[in-house]
């Protein structure tokens, strides 16, 4: 890992960049998975719906492990003015929050269903509630809003990594590139 001649680590490490890329790449598929269902019947749209809660659980997992990572590693020294630093804190922190709780929306969502959420088959998590027919419409409606959100705040997360690589041209984008020349 390089530092910076203050001693600050200037890139991210390879296991936060590549978990990065793993769950963007994971949440690409929820949503191509999620339309699919709505134009899907039968044991098709079964097994998406498992193999969509399956991702949910593995998202879930990643994302305290992506936490725990960085809370013990250090990250690159911020770029930009002091406002644009505590806006991307923000983003960043709404970013972790909906990772772990649009999965556990999910899991409510398929509770009040009255149907179970396994993992690839290796094993079902316990259920801490039964049926709640009354409650599966709000939960859906949580569980959209809050999937769309992320839809929205990541996209936007991306378009400004964008802008900072070229139109601002700083190193924003440069030090989450897992190729770069620059990492040690």
Do not use: C
Request: proline residues 4%; aromatic residues 10%.
């Amino acid at each position: 890992m390089q530092r910076s001649v203050r001693g600050e680590v200037d890139r991210w490490t390879l296991p936060t960049v590549w978990l990065h890329t793993i769950m963007l790449l994971l949440f690409i598929v929820m949503f191509v998975l999620a339309e699919a269902m709505d134009w899907t019947h039968g044991s098709t749209k079964g097994a998406i719906i498992g193999v969509h809660k399956s991702i949910g659980v593995l998202i879930f997992l990643l994302a305290w492990i992506r936490l725990l990572w960085n809370l013990n590693h250090t990250g690159p020294r911020p770029i930009g003015t002091k406002v644009q630093q505590k806006a991307a804190l923000g983003v960043h922190h709404l970013l972790y929050l909906l990772m772990l709780v649009i999965p556990v929306s999910g899991y409510f969502m398929s509770l009040a269903h009255g149907r179970s959420v396994g993992f690839f088959g290796l094993f079902t998590l316990p259920s801490l509630m039964g049926a709640r027919p009354a409650m599966k419409e709000t939960l859906e409606n949580v569980h959209a809003f809050l999937a769309y959100s992320l839809l929205v705040i990541a996209s936007g997360h991306g378009a400004l990594a964008l802008y900072h690589h070229f139109v601002l041209k700083d190193e924003t984008l440069v030090r989450m590139n897992p190729f770069s020349a620059k990492r040690s």
